[in-house]
């Protein structure tokens, strides 16, 4: 799986967008970027998946550049709710790894 | 819908004493299975993954085992838990059945069990 980069921390006013960045220069052409967070003393939570092309749900939006070394996460309207850490993974997608990755994350405070 | 349960909520035990968490899911069938452990302020770290019934595969050698006696329980256990065993455990699955695509590769966890080994 590609290395992953993220911002150790950073706030974001209730209300705004939430923009997390996360680098993997080293992402391989059949690897998908997933987006978990962990709010904290809970078990970790699925967001969001893209290869290539943008991606939005319920929760978040992703952009992944044209090169896919790098991507963002986006929660359009921040609440207090959700201030967590955010993990960025990179993996292929099927096969025998069934190995969940999870670095240290950017730990994302929403501030009233 | 597809749910997973976990307990304890939270566990103080002696060094030393057994340990038994048990993990169930509910909704699915032949899911994945995996135990992770979250030491204070660091990151998650895959213990045990399970296939099918009675198929192990340790991640990292230690004090601990698990065990699956049926399609949709996981049990993580210890015979003599040490100081260093102390953490949160947290019992997680996916749907075996999309083998091959992206969606295998999204994980839904538990509420965790906090272990406190004094």
């Known amino acids: 799986d590609a290395k992953t980069t993220q911002p150790p921390s950073m706030d974001c006013a209730e209300g705004r967008a939430a923009n997390l960045p996360c680098n993997h220069s080293?992402?391989?052409?059949?690897?998908?970027v997933y987006w978990y967070r962990q709010i904290h003393s809970q078990g970790p939570q699925y967001i969001i998946h893209?290869?290539?092309n943008n991606e939005t749900n319920e929760m978040a939006s992703l952009i992944i550049t044209e090169d896919r070394k790098s991507s963002t996460l986006i929660l359009p309207h921040a609440t207090l709710r959700d201030t967590a850490v955010y993990y960025c993974?990179?993996?292929?997608?099927?096969?025998?790894?069934?190995?969940?990755?999870f670095g240290k994350g950017t730990l994302l405070t929403v501030n009233p | 819908s597809q749910t997973i349960h976990q307990w304890p909520a939270t566990l103080v035990q002696p060094v030393g004493s057994p340990l038994s968490l048990e993990c169930t899911v509910e909704?699915?069938?032949?899911?994945?299975l995996y135990w992770y452990r979250q030491a204070a302020g660091r990151g998650l770290q895959l213990l045990f993954y399970?296939?099918?019934?009675?198929?192990i595969s340790s991640e990292v050698p230690q004090n601990l085992s698990a065990s699956r006696p049926q399609d949709r329980q996981f049990i993580l256990s210890s015979k003599k838990l040490l100081l260093s065993d102390s953490g949160f455990y947290l019992c997680?699955?996916?749907?075996?059945?999309?083998?091959?695509?992206?969606?295998?590769?999204?994980?839904?966890f538990g509420a965790g069990t906090r272990l406190s080994v004094l």
């Open positions: 399970s296939v099918g019934i009675g198929q």
């Open positions: 909704g699915t069938s032949n899911p994945n």
């Open positions: 080293t992402i391989s052409g059949n690897e998908y």
């Open positions: 997680a699955w996916d749907p075996s059945t999309l083998a091959g695509g992206p969606f295998r590769n999204i994980q839904y």
């Open positions: 993974i990179v993996r292929a997608s099927g096969g025998s790894n069934y190995k969940l990755t």
């Open positions: 893209g290869l290539k």
